[in-house]
């Protein structure tokens, strides 16, 4: 074994395990920063192969991994001491380049870590990588990448989801036990679901928003992928809570998520969506959430039908209001302040040439249409509307959970994993989004695990609880996968 069996750890042990390794001394995290990296390589993350991975810096990973060792006293190791992590390109970091999957930012370095990341960082992890990921995070394929398409690792004719794809595809191959993504409307929960890991998007307001390149200010949350539930909520319970740096980061106390494991599912109510499962739902995702229901009933938990009404509203809202808040953000990257510069004809010329070369098609395409619908004339039929509609989607989920509900099951995507260049029309792409984005539209926290695999492909079951459940979510998550992985459901 090479790496004193630190490359056999990494892929059997969780990122608790890993740290418990560093801190008894069985591993150094120099080691398992290289174990990562030799993965990533085995594997063949990098772009002549899945294409997941965009940037890193060996001796970098090899210093912070020497400062965890040195710095941490023995027995006063940090909850991730010397756990490799993933961090979504999107994540400003000091080390290495925050491109947002984009040309515009190409080769652009943060002179500050975003708060999830020096959350990280103070608890000992060591990020060994930057993930490739939808430009601007805008997709669901991870096939809108300037730097090509990121592969499923687990069938790479396939997409590993998006825009987070890149990041739930290197838990997935093993690379690390734990990654950063980041949340608008899904791009957490459906790449966990096509890679067959878990995925967990918090509360709007639970992480903070500091250092995530932002899309739609409204919608984004920073969210994690673990290979377990266990890994999830680890990863979550170090980066969540209250940041001066973001006036939407809430003052809510961060349960330790990780009790939750303790949990019972007596008495608890879970609510069956209808409008999650309609008439065409693919009859083998029905069956798998079928199967998770009985488990969770076995385990005392009481199923209830409900109903949210204006779910097949929700694609329709979404790609109003990203749109529009995108078209307001994404107006800083002029060519003046940030990465790409092409000079053109004076002043407008070279906002046009820079943004013309630097932007992709889909995000060309979400600003054209969120100006659209921000201008005078169009702002009442679109925007307005959209919002109005928002409130009705959020007001769905309030009254579910004030009617005794404690949480939502249902499947985190209409189907597994497809093929790359199946959804060439944006507008099939965006249907894709359906049983996500919701949650994201209600601020409402969710988590997405695998329950069972369909053709060989995994599929996911999301939890869904009211705003700053996350430990219900958590307890729930917890006792499905253990029983899931007990072969209860074989
Ligand atoms: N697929 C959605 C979009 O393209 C969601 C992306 C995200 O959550 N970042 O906008």
Redesign the pocket.
Known sequence: MTHGGADRALVDSSAAELRDLIARGDLTPRKLADASLDRAVAVDAWGHGLNILLHEDRSDAHRRADDVATQHEPGRFGALAGVPVVVKDNIATTTLPTSCGSRILEGYVSPFDATAVRKLRDAGAVIVAKSNM?EF????STENSAYGPAKNPLDPSRVPG???GGSAAAVAAGIVPIALG???????R?PAAFCGVVGVKPTYGRVSRYGLVA?ASSLDQVGVFGRSVDDAALGLQTIAGLDPLDSTSAAEPVANYREAARGSLTGVVIGRPKEYFPDDLDSKTRDKCDAAFDLLTSLGAEIRDVSLPHTDLAIQV??IV?PAEASSNLARFDGVRYGLRIDGDGLRGMYEATRSSGFGPEVTRRILLGTYVLSAGYYDAYYRKAQEVRALIARDFARVFNSGVHLLFTPTTPSTAFELGAKADPYE??L??IFT?TA?LAGVPAISLPIGRVDGLPVGGQFIASHFDERQMFAAAYALERVLGSGAHA
């Open positions: 939808d995070a805008m997709g669901s998006g825009s987070s980041s949340e608008t409307g899904g791009s957490v459906q899309f979404y790609y990203a792409m965006y894709s989004d984005c994201n």
